[in-house]
C-alpha cells in the first residue's frame, strides 16, 4: 500500500476534532444520553485509545462520526470536524464519498459485516471499483494483492471463498484489507479483537498497528481492554457513561492515572504471576442513560467522594481541566469550586 490521501498537514491542524458532541436515542423509556458532550482529538499518524465499560458510549462515538447511526439514535448537538471539514454538514453523497476511502472503520463482529453472498476478493475489489472507477479484472489483483498484505495464506484461492468458509481471525483480516484497501488517513477499529483467542488478537493488532504506521493512517481504537491499550496508543481517553473522565499519553495514565474511575479499572487488571484471592472490582454499577446523577456520574461509586467527603459531587458535575502536560481529567479532587480548596493540587492547576 502506498499513500495517497492528504500529504501537507498543518502542525496546528488536527486530523480529527470531535467537540461537545451529544448523541442521545429517544426511546419509549425516555432518551438515552449515550454520548454527552464528548470532546476528542486525533492528530495525524496517531493511535487514540478510546477506553471504558461496555454501554459508556464508545461505539457510539464512533457511529456519530461516521454518521452511521440508526433510529432512534440522533446527533443532537456538537461538531465534527474531519481535516478542517464539518462531517455533520456534509451531505450523504458526500459521506458516501468519505468513508472508505479518507475514513474507515472496523466493526466488532466481521462475519456480520461481511457481505454472505459475494465472494471476500469481490467484496475488497468493490473498493477500488466504486472509489477508483477500476475495471473488475484490475480490481481482483490489488484484492487479492491486499489479502497476501494482511497475511490471508494462498490468497489468490481464498479470494474466492465467502465469509462464513473463513475463521473469525481470517475474516478479520479481511475487515482490516477492506478497511485500509483505500489508504484512509483515519481508521477507527471498534473492538476489532472480540470474540478471537489470544493468540490471534494479538496477530490482528500487531498488523492493525504495522499497516497504520506503513501508509501513516491515525487509528481511533475503541475497547475496554487497557492492556490492549497500554501495547497500542499514543495517547488514551476513558469514558464513562456518555463522558470523557480523563485523557493522558498512555505512559503517563499507566504511570499515574488522577481519576478514581481510571484508577479502578487499572487496579483490577490482572497482574501475571500475583497470586491474589479476589480481583479488584469496582463497586455498584453504570447509571442508567436516561436517569442520570446530578453531580459527577461516577459519584455513586466512587470511594475517592468518601474518603474525602466530597458533597459536592453529589451536587455539580466537575468541568474536564488540565492538570498537567496534555494530562486532562474531570474530577472534584483535581479543580476547585467557590468557597472550597482543590484536595489533590497539581503543578497543571485549573487550566481548561
Not at 496517531?46 to 461516521?66: P, Y
Request: charged share 20%; proline share 5%.
Amino acid at each position: 500500500m502506498t499513500q495517497t490521501g492528504s500529504s501537507d498537514h498543518t502542525a496546528l491542524q488536527p486530523l480529527l476534532q470531535v467537540k461537545d458532541l451529544r448523541t442521545h436515542f429517544f426511546t419509549r423509556d425516555g432518551v438515552v444520553q449515550a454520548v454527552d458532550g464528548v470532546d476528542l482529538t486525533i492528530q495525524h499518524n496517531e493511535i487514540i485509545g478510546l477506553v471504558g465499560e461496555s454501554g459508556c458510549g464508545k461505539s457510539v462515538t464512533a457511529l456519530s462520526i461516521m454518521r452511521l447511526l440508526d433510529h432512534p439514535g440522533r446527533i443532537v448537538s456538537g461538531e465534527v470536524t474531519f481535516d478542517g471539514t464539518s462531517i455533520l454538514d456534509l451531505s450523504e453523497r458526500e459521506m458516501v464519498d468519505l468513508r472508505g476511502s479518507r475514513i474507515s472503520m472496523i466493526f466488532q463482529q466481521p462475519q456480520s459485516s461481511l457481505n454472505p453472498i459475494f465472494s471476500v476478493g469481490e467484496q475488497i475489489a468493490e473498493m477500488f471499483q466504486i472509489h477508483q472507477g477500476m475495471h473488475k479484472a484490475a480490481a481482483l489483483d490489488k484484492a487479492i494483492s491486499l489479502l497476501c498484505e494482511v497475511g490471508i495464506p494462498d490468497a489468490s484461492t481464498r479470494a474466492k471463498s465467502y465469509p462464513h468458509q473463513m475463521s473469525g481471525g481470517q475474516a478479520q483480516r479481511v475487515m482490516i484489507a477492506i478497511a485500509l484497501a483505500l489508504n484512509p488517513e483515519l481508521l477507527i477499529a471498534d473492538e476489532p479483537t472480540t470474540a478471537l483467542d489470544v493468540t490471534v488478537q494479538a496477530q490482528i493488532l500487531d498488523l492493525i498497528r504495522d499497516l497504520s504506521r506503513r501508509i501513516n493512517t491515525a487509528v481511533l481504537l475503541i475497547t475496554h481492554e487497557l492492556g490492549v491499550i497500554a501495547e497500542m496508543a499514543d495517547r488514551v481517553a476513558v469514558m464513562y457513561a456518555g463522558r470523557i473522565l480523563e485523557t493522558a499519553h498512555t505512559k503517563d495514565l499507566f504511570a499515574k492515572s488522577s481519576h478514581p474511575y481510571t484508577q479502578g479499572l487499572i487496579n483490577s487488571i490482572p497482574v501475571l504471576g500475583k497470586v491474589e484471592k479476589r480481583l479488584n472490582v469496582i463497586p455498584g454499577s453504570v447509571p442508567n442513560l436516561v436517569e442520570l446523577p446530578d453531580g459527577c456520574r461516577f459519584a455513586p461509586r466512587c470511594q475517592a467522594r468518601r474518603e474525602y467527603d466530597l458533597e459536592i459531587c453529589n451536587e455539580q458535575e466537575p468541568d474536564l481541566v488540565l492538570i498537567g502536560n496534555g494530562h486532562k481529567v474531570r474530577c472534584w479532587l483535581h479543580q476547585s469550586s467557590e468557597g472550597r480548596q482543590v484536595p489533590l493540587a497539581t503543578d497543571g492547576g485549573n487550566e481548561s
